[in-house]
Nanobody, 125 residues
Framework: VQLEESGGDSVQTGGSLRLSCAAS????????MAWFRESLGKEREGVAY???????TYADSVKGRFTFSRDSAKNYLYLQMNNLAPEDTGMYYC????????????????????WGQGTQVTVSS
């Protein structure tokens, strides 16, 4: 199982970015997948989750602004981020864990076994 993020950049407040995560080694329907972010001085937090059968949930802080999607043909995950704010600044990670049962993913980073290397998002005011 391998994950590799891309798409991070520096933008101004109100801007948009789309992060990509190339995913390989997965069997459809058996993984929870998520986007996490880590900011200076803060714990790693989940922002969007996709359960093994496609149920998507979001952290309250990004609802209505971020959209998690998947292209199963290309084995890519995406995080479309709109109306970005300085508090969205951080290193963004794609993560996954194997599950036979979780249709709604666990929000704890410790549950996730597989991680990408991260991509930096910086939002300036």
């Amino acid at each position: 199982v391998q994950l590799e993020e891309s798409g991070g950049d520096s933008v101004q407040t109100g801007g948009s970015l789309r992060l990509s995560c190339a995913a390989s080694g997965f069997t459809a329907g058996t993984y929870c997948m998520a986007w996490f972010r880590e900011s200076l001085g803060k714990e790693r937090e989940g922002v969007a989750y996709r359960g093994r059968l496609g149920t998507i949930t979001y952290a309250d802080s990004v609802k209505g602004r971020f959209t998690f999607s998947r292209d199963s043909a290309k084995n890519y995950l995406y995080l479309q981020m709109n109306n970005l704010a300085p508090e969205d600044t951080g290193m963004y990670y794609c993560a996954a864990y194997f599950t036979w049962t979780d249709e709604v993913c666990d929000s704890s980073p410790g549950r996730y076994r597989h991680w990408g290397q991260g991509t930096q998002v910086t939002v300036s005011s």
